[in-house]
């Protein structure tokens, strides 16, 4: 931990909400919590606030850490910091847990008031709008009318998107980094198979495993490598790993043991995850992504959409990302300059993949600083 | 069935060998049958034979029908047949089913003589010369001294390069399809994600599921779903289904039922697979795939390797092939010029991705159709 370019030390916090949310679907929610952390403060005017929307995997941790031997920070920590592309030392930062999530926030696996039980499967589907709009009853209740900007990369620059057409009145700028207007075919079957290998394990059992005391932990691990070969590019894979072996080689005689490094970190990868995350959560936010389409309910016309938003927009896209590639952003670009709003547009060359937004890459956070001054410049 | 392009109807014939096949990872097969079907007849020369290397989870049945009321013909019924670019007028046309596959050729789901019971996982693992050794004993058996080419796509294409260093004398052309000097570490990442898939299905039972009467069907299909999106482009995928929904509708209240196209088409690929297909030869076959490296034990210089090569080459790739991409091509392509070898190359434009190598592509066919024309001319 290094205090110099850190939030330092964080607590989560508990925001409970008991008038009834209405969802999408139809169905709602007659109360629920949803966790959050702050970094920095709000200023007089209330005119400094920023959201950060987290993606398919994420939580409300973004910077910092939780104590003093806490060897990880937030998982937006390379972006979030005093003199970071999102200063804190300008900046108050708000990051939440989702609804749907699994950290703490109410999700599938929060006690249904209904039943007494765990929701499991019985968790309503969420679409990305009812983020946005239990984000925006967690704005109200820190007292912020209006955010400088609403930032999120992938799933969160969705939010981002959404939070643009849904409040146009309570977000400046909007920054959507790696993200889509909606799915390709390909990205939803991605999800498919991985909520398939999560459905398919027999301690699923339809989505009640809490109540079982059982955890489909093979189909998440399964689901959780799918996706990170599509965070990671062909060329980022080749860097890391190429065809190194972890045991064994490839000469005669001995080929039953080889086994490449590559494997062994998947393995890995999709361990960890699965004793961290929630099944019914990953299901429910890969059914959030591949249900988006900005412009659905506009004609199926993003210039429509976007011609209701009000704020300005940064929109960043890495150039070997193939989850969603720069074709992606442009298609976001082209409609915001035809909806006649302010944009700036950066494609970033990075080796990472959609990774890349993860990661200290010094243009992308050269271009985001300095879009982060012109943000306060307006405060 | 169309009798005037089809070779009509065929039927498998069974090679039974006695002497022990000596394989790369140390053990041996005592003995061991190789199911095949031949297409065309045998000139007097015995210099009109073309070996057909198959892929992953292709086997004999190349082209043709097995009955006048089967609807489906061979896999590669497209490229073999009168008129065709293997064209069974003037070729003697030999495909066979892979040791350790699942079609009728020796492999896990054979007894193993020593115990009386399937093999299971116990089959020795196998490496592309492997089975090229054992090509190489059909072709004694049929009589066949040099093959006028061998041809195959994908890890047949591996195959076809491995005949060119191995027999060197034993083949006049080699026509390499979308495939690569070796896998990425992307490419080993998804083969790792499918046997994953079916060695965590708890019917898997580590490989011994036949003397258990069970199957890993679900392991197996979700491999096959994670195969199949790697075979089609994202392009092809969109053309294919876009976002078009099966079920249900993306309109706010209606949301849980919707489910997309690509969704039902994937897990019908899936489930199909799994009811025709051996979940230890699939193993087999994608660690066959990952552990071919054409030049390792050639000072991993594919130079060096393809200089001990006498034969001439086409090889083609496909424009959105990312699985084995045209750069991976243009290895193989480049290798050979520097090794002095004669080489055709063609990158074809398809939308098709990685499966092109299956479809009729008009310049594909003609390319093909071309170069086998020139090889007629030497018989």
Chains 1, 2 share one sequence.
Not at 358 to 373: C, E, G, K, Q
Request: net charge negative; with cysteine; hydrophobic share 40%.
């Amino acid at each position: 931990m290094n205090p110099q370019h850190s939030v330092g030390i964080v607590t989560p916090q508990v925001a409970h909400f008991d008038a009834p949310l209405k969802l999408a679907c139809g169905r709602e929610l007659t109360n629920y919590d949803l966790v959050y952390e702050t970094y920095g403060e709000l200023n007089e005017q209330r005119s400094n606030a920023v959201l950060i929307c987290h993606a398919l995997s994420g939580n409300h941790h973004a910077a910092g850490y939780h104590s003093a031997d806490d060897k990880k920070p937030g998982w937006w920590d390379e972006c979030i910091g005093p003199g970071k592309p999102i200063d804190t030392t300008h900046f108050f930062v708000v990051c939440l847990n989702n609804l749907g999530g699994c950290h703490g926030s109410t999700g599938p696996s929060s006690i249904n008031p209904a039943t007494g039980k765990p929701w499991g499967s019985d968790f309503p589907p969420l679409r990305t709008r009812d983020w946005v709009h239990s984000q925006a009853r967690l704005a109200d209740y820190l007292g912020i009318e209006c955010w400088a900007a609403v930032i999120g990369g992938s799933l969160g620059g969705m939010q981002a998107m959404r939070w643009s057409l849904e409040f146009p009145q309570r977000i400046r700028h909007c920054v959507v980094i790696a993200a889509a207007l909606k799915l390709s075919a390909q990205n939803i079957a991605f999800n498919e198979v991985a909520r398939q290998a999560i459905e398919s394990d027999p301690d699923f059992v339809d989505g009640n495993y809490l109540e079982r005391s059982t955890m489909p932990a093979r189909g998440l691990a399964l689901a959780r490598m799918i996706g990170h070969i599509t965070y990671l590019s062909d060329d980022a894979m080749a860097n890391k790993f190429g065809r190194d072996l972890r045991s064994g080689s490839l000469d005669r005689g001995e080929v039953s043991n080889a086994e490449f490094q590559v494997q062994s970190y998947l393995r890995h990868q999709g361990s960890q995850f699965s004793g961290n995350f929630d099944a019914n959560t990953y299901i429910l936010m890969t059914r959030a992504l591949d249900y988006f389409d900005l412009a659905l309910e506009y004609d199926n016309d993003p210039v429509v959409a976007f011609q209701h938003a009000k704020c300005s927009f940064l929109v960043m896209s890495f150039s070997t990302d193939w989850r969603f590639s720069p074709e992606r952003s442009r298609e976001i670009v082209n409609a915001l300059i035809a909806a006649d709003r302010p944009v700036t547009y950066a494609e970033i060359e990075a080796k990472e993949g959609h990774d890349a937004f993860l990661m200290p890459i010094p243009r992308y956070l050269d271009v985001f600083h300095a879009y982060m001054l012109r943000v306060r410049g307006e405060n």
